[in-house]
């Protein structure tokens, strides 16, 4: 029942910063980021808890990106610094509305329950 809309995704030059949104209809337990390219996997790239202050990161984006959440407005962020071209994707939100996620499954897409429609990363070199 929770529905999920990122924005914020556009153009930008190697070496810029950028930052993500996702708005959630609703309460969340835990939200998440994964990033996908055209034929490849989709992959994780960060995940916030509402309790517990868990924040983990891909080892690709960790010291550049930084995953927060505003628990009043049900919104995680995504703020990326000094983004490369490998950045390039579809960005998509996750959320889990209710119970328990152990710290391990927080990188797991298939713990999630709702997902975004996703917003375009490209860099450009």
């Given at each position: 029942q929770v529905q999920l809309v990122e924005s914020g995704g556009r153009m930008v030059q190697a070496g810029d910063s950028l930052r993500l949104s996702c708005a959630a209809s609703g309460r969340t337990s835990a939200m998440a980021w994964f990033r996908q390219v055209p034929g490849k996997e989709r992959e994780f790239v960060a995940a916030i808890t509402w309790i517990g202050g868990n924040t983990p990161y891909a080892d690709s984006v960790k010291g550049r990106?930084?995953?927060?959440?505003?628990n009043a407005k049900n919104t995680m962020y995504?703020?990326?610094?000094?983004?490369?071209p490998e950045?390039?994707?579809?960005y998509y939100c996750a959320a889990k509305s209710r119970g328990l996620l152990l710290r391990d499954l927080l990188p797991v897409g298939t713990q999630y329950d709702y997902?975004?429609?996703?917003t375009q990363v490209t860099v450009s070199s």
């Open positions: 990106f930084t995953v927060s959440r505003d995504l703020q990326m610094n000094s983004l490369k950045d390039t994707a579809i997902w975004g429609q996703g």
